[in-house]
């Protein structure tokens, strides 16, 4: 079945540090891929997303490229700030309807 | 993008009482939408798919008595966790999608359940 992972957490940075988080993912088909950050207490907000291969999702300065050669969609920013502690989720959907799969989350902590 | 809010945020309740928690899609309609759950720390456990006029489809290990699930129309669904008892304590969180296929899912806010 369709599977996504995620690099273990938690991940503390300092402020204006690089941010790199990995996500690959196993999968049959050509299955969309998204990024969610989840803030203390709250929900699930979606961050970007790319739904073909070479595919690019932006947003808030946050980057991930749809990588099919390497089953990969890890998320970047070049310069964190300690408004972006939160968890970061990567998640696929497939093709047939099937319903979200989410890997098991990454805590960012950003200093200042 | 579309809004599916959940209500209520934050609920406290003795052992033994239901408690309800509906989600509702604000500005589409929303064939299915799924519940989760979410221990601490770790990530979103499905429970079931909810489908608008049917039976909600449950995963395995999720017990269909305890969490009653209505979709009775497509803009709301409701989980009702019947006789809660302490472990039921978690945070739960519903999401719909606009489509079937490879749609991102839109999240409700989350409710903490907290059981006394």
């Known amino acids: 079945g369709n599977s996504v992972t995620q690099m273990e957490g938690p991940v503390t940075l300092s402020e204006e540090a690089f941010l790199t988080i990995n996500c690959t993912y196993t999968a049959t088909g050509y299955p969309s891929l998204f990024w969610y950050v989840q803030y203390p207490g709250e929900g699930l907000q979606l961050l970007l997303k790319a739904t073909k291969a070479d595919d690019k999702g932006s947003n808030k300065g946050f980057e991930a490229t749809y990588r099919k050669e390497t089953t990969s969609f890890h998320l970047e920013k070049g310069s964190v700030q300690v408004s972006d502690s939160a968890v970061y989720f990567c998640a696929l959907s497939g093709r047939n309807g099937q319903n979200f799969v989410f890997g098991p989350g990454t805590r960012l902590s950003v200093l200042p | 993008g579309a809004v599916v809010s959940q209500h209520p945020s934050r609920v406290i309740c003795k052992s033994g009482t239901s408690v309800k928690i509906e989600c509702r899609s604000l500005?589409?309609?929303?064939?299915?939408m799924f519940w989760y759950r979410q221990f601490p720390k770790q990530s979103l456990m499905l429970m079931a798919t909810s489908n608008e006029g049917s039976k909600a489809t449950y995963e395995q290990g999720v017990e269909k008595d305890k969490f009653l699930i209505n979709h009775a129309s497509l803009t709301l669904s409701t989980l009702t966790v019947t006789s809660a008892h302490p472990e039921d304590s978690s945070f739960y969180i519903c999401?719909?999608?606009?489509?079937?296929?490879?749609?991102?899912?839109?999240f409700g806010q989350g409710t903490r359940l907290t059981v006394v």
């Open positions: 500005d589409f309609q929303a064939t299915t």
């Open positions: 999401s719909a999608r606009l489509g079937q296929t490879n749609t991102e899912a839109f």
